[in-house]
């Protein structure tokens, strides 16, 4: 795996906007999605939404219509844009890449970025 770079984390009132990004390094070659995922405190590591190769999406239910999920390829850069951001939404966020590497399917992740919804 190789190592991705997130951003855009932060504190933020109920109600408010974040916008994250994640960068993996250009020598990552062919991509074949890149996601989200966020770890509440005392919980387990979710989905939260990724785009595909296609630029199909998912998205986790407790996120539709709130969060956007973009990339940009000439950059391998993957956006999340959360609106309407509830304090429920308060989590570790975490970038993950899947990609090709030796002909070999391989999962790369991010750090994680802090994300911190409340009054």
């Known amino acids: 795996q190789v ?13 408010g906007s974040l916008r994250l990004s994640c960068a993996a390094p250009g020598s990552i ?8 995922y966020r770890q509440a405190p005392g919980k387990q590591r979710v989905l939260v939404a990724k785009i595909r190769n296609d630029d ?12 956007t999920i973009s990339r940009e390829n000439a950059k391998n850069t993957v956006y999340l844009q959360m609106d ?32 911190t919804v409340s009054s």
Request: proline fraction near 3%.
């Open 3 to 15: 190592q991705l770079v997130e951003s855009g984390g932060g504190l933020v009132q109920p109600g």
């Open 56 to 67: 199909t999406t998912d998205y986790d239910d407790s996120v539709k219509g709130r969060f």
């Open 84 to 115: 309407s951001l509830k304090p429920e939404d308060t989590a570790v966020y975490y970038c993950n890449c899947n990609h090709w590497v030796r002909g070999w399917l391989t999962h790369s992740w991010g750090q994680g970025t802090q994300v």
């Open 29 to 36: 070659g062919s991509i074949s999605d890149m996601g989200w």
